[in-house]
């Protein structure tokens, strides 16, 4: 932040966990420990975690607007945390008002994926008819994005229903495209840079046993990705 002009922090967490962290360092009410320990992974649930997204609250109190950090998670095997979001977007802009999303879209089962993928896909037809200016954009794509999270969970699980070393792979290329969009995103708020955290086997440059998310941020930004 102070010598890179980094406005953003990206970590190997659901896209809904980031959006609930970023929601709190913007000033919604709550409180770090809370977040922290509903955080899927365990190894995140730690004083350091608490102390870093404190920290980011405490410097957007004072930053001035375009200055201000933001928090994401690009990982996408839990949908459910993007879940309440989607619905909380829904609700405002009255979008199928008529369907219990919350009951419709989640738990997910063989039985239901093609009916969840059908309500996703209404949703995101929606979402995207509010896209009228620059700053309508700004609003509304994080949730539109959170709906393709949960897209990308259930195309997730139909692999591993039937292969699951693909579906490792799948999982790689999907966080891939997520982080290039939060760097598009963070770009269109005037900061090119983003700092990602994520495990050795997603963000290095190959693996002898399938394309890594890192593989291909490299063949997407070239010498830019390090």
Excluded at 59 to 72: I, M, R, T, V
Excluded at 102 to 124: R, V, Y
Excluded at 125 to 143: L, S, V
Aim: include cysteine; hydrophobic fraction near 35%; glycine fraction near 6%.
């Amino acid at each position: 932040v102070s010598t890179s002009g980094v406005r953003s922090f990206s970590l190997e967490a659901d896209w809904g966990e980031g959006m609930a962290v970023n929601a709190y360092i913007h000033g919604k009410e709550g409180s770090a420990f809370d977040i922290v320990k509903s955080m899927s992974f365990s190894i995140y649930r730690t004083k350091e975690m608490i102390d870093l997204i404190e920290w980011m609250k405490v410097y957007n109190e004072s930053a001035p607007d375009g200055e201000k950090l933001n928090f994401y998670g690009f990982d996408m095997q839990n949908p459910d945390k993007s879940l309440k979001f989607i619905v909380e977007y829904c609700e405002k802009q009255k979008i199928l008002s008529d369907i219990d999303l919350e009951k419709s879209l989640f738990p997910m089962t063989t039985d239901n994926i093609k009916n969840i993928s059908d309500i996703l896909d209404g949703i995101a037809a929606k979402m995207t008819e509010e896209y009228t200016d620059e700053e309508d954009y700004i609003e509304t794509a994080p949730y539109l994005q959170a709906v393709n999270a949960f897209r990308q969970s259930v195309e997730y699980y139909k692999l591993m229903l039937s292969d699951p070393v693909k579906s490792i792979q799948a999982r790689d290329g999907y966080m891939a495209e997520n982080v290039q969009w939060i760097q598009e995103y963070e770009e269109k708020l005037g900061h090119s840079k983003i700092f990602i955290s994520g495990h050795n086997g997603h963000i290095s440059f190959s693996s002898p046993s399938y394309i890594t998310m890192g593989h291909n941020l490299k063949e997407h930004y070239n010498d830019s990705y390090f």
